[in-house]
């Protein structure tokens, strides 16, 4: 998994941490006093995978923190080893809106 790296200011207040948490693990990151809680979403390939009937099953997943291809936000995933980005949820609206 990619590495974090963290500044002193960023240990002034919890809230700086948490803003950092926030930025390289989404919105959803969760910081407490003495533990974190980060949404861990499927890939496109694991989603398919739980469907009736998948086209290709895969079985080898690993966490990973994913950029997203158009906006660059960061993303904790488990997703096949071969996945080396995705598109958020925002990103795929706005390339809808735009055709």
């Known amino acids: 998994m990619n590495e974090v790296f963290f500044t002193d200011k960023e240990f002034e207040v919890l809230r ?3 803003n950092k948490m926030n930025a390289v693990f989404g919105e959803s990151a969760y ?3 003495s533990y974190a ?3 861990l979403e499927y ?3 694991l989603f398919a995978n739980l469907r009736p009937l998948p086209e290709n099953k895969q079985y080898n997943y690993e966490v990973k923190l994913l950029p997203c291809k158009d906006c660059k936000k960061t ?3 488990l997703a096949l080893v071969e996945e080396q980005d995705y598109v958020c949820n925002a990103c795929i609206d706005r390339r809808k809106k735009n055709g």
């Open 31 to 33: 910081v407490g006093a």
């Open 16 to 18: 700086k941490f948490q």
């Open 75 to 77: 993303a904790l995933y």
């Open 37 to 39: 809680t980060v949404v």
């Open 43 to 45: 890939s496109p390939a």
